[in-house]
């Protein structure tokens, strides 16, 4: 049971590059999201998915498009690489229990530089 | 909109020394309420959580109470060890007009010296 992976780990890109962030989780989970972290502005959602099929805007979504694959799988593409999407990316995924959402579970992030 | 505030770091402390961080909410819904925890270069884990009012979570020797009166869940530990050293985010998972909303604090990094 590898929970949430991510690859690549690390990337270097030049500015107007594309590149697909891969995450695959083995948890049955049917929510999966896609943050940004930066140096002291914490977590910021970019997009996610509640559930297979669909997917929503987060706060931060400009320059960033996803794909829910199938139920395990849920993408971050970026078309065109700028030097302000520098930042260390996390994917999580998170199940229903009730009324609320369980917690989430993180993967090991994908940290990306744009010169 | 739900937020949560928590103090700012960073926190240094003293091996075994007590630690307090403090995290405030605000929600329009009942919230769940956690707390993270990232050791460097890794992604963020659960440490503890509560999901009704006047509920302890532990974890590790950390524990939290979910105050509803005071819209509150801070975060304690008895004596810290170096190896606690690490960033430490609130989140709260709550329900508004738009469907389920997870939100996380900026994070408080703590250092703990020998």
Redesign the interface.
């Known amino acids: 049971n590898a929970g949430v992976t991510q690859t690549p780990k690390f990337q270097v890109l030049k500015t107007g590059q594309s590149m697909t962030l891969q995450c695959a989780q083995d948890m049955n989970h049917n929510s999966m999201y896609w943050y940004r972290q930066d140096p002291g502005m914490g977590l910021r959602l970019i997009y996610y998915s509640a559930s297979e099929g669909t997917t929503d805007k987060g706060e931060v979504p400009n320059g960033y498009n996803v794909s829910r694959l199938n139920k395990r799988e849920f993408s971050l593409r970026l078309e065109s690489a700028a030097p302000s999407q520098t930042s260390v990316y996390f994917c999580a995924s998170s199940t229903r229990q009730g009324s609320l959402y369980n917690e989430q579970f993180f993967g090991p992030g994908t940290r990306l530089t744009v010169l | 909109g739900d937020s949560v505030t928590q103090m700012e770091g960073p926190v240094t402390l003293s091996e075994e020394a007590f630690l307090t961080i403090n995290c405030t909410y605000t929600a329009t819904g009942y919230?769940?309420l956690?707390w993270?925890v990232q050791y460097p270069g890794?992604?963020?884990?659960?440490l503890l959580?509560a999901?009704k009012a006047d509920d302890k979570g532990s974890n590790k020797g950390f524990e939290a109470t979910y105050r509803k009166e005071t819209t509150s869940f801070h975060l304690e530990k008895g004596s810290v060890q170096v190896s606690d050293s690490a960033v430490y985010?609130c989140a709260l998972?709550?329900?508004d007009n738009y469907?389920?909303n997870?939100v996380?604090?900026?994070?408080t990094r703590l250092s703990v010296l020998p």
Do not use: H, N
Request: proline content about 9%.
């Open positions: 919230p769940s956690f993270y890794e992604g963020l884990q659960l959580k999901t985010f998972s709550a329900w469907g389920q997870f996380f604090g900026p994070g």
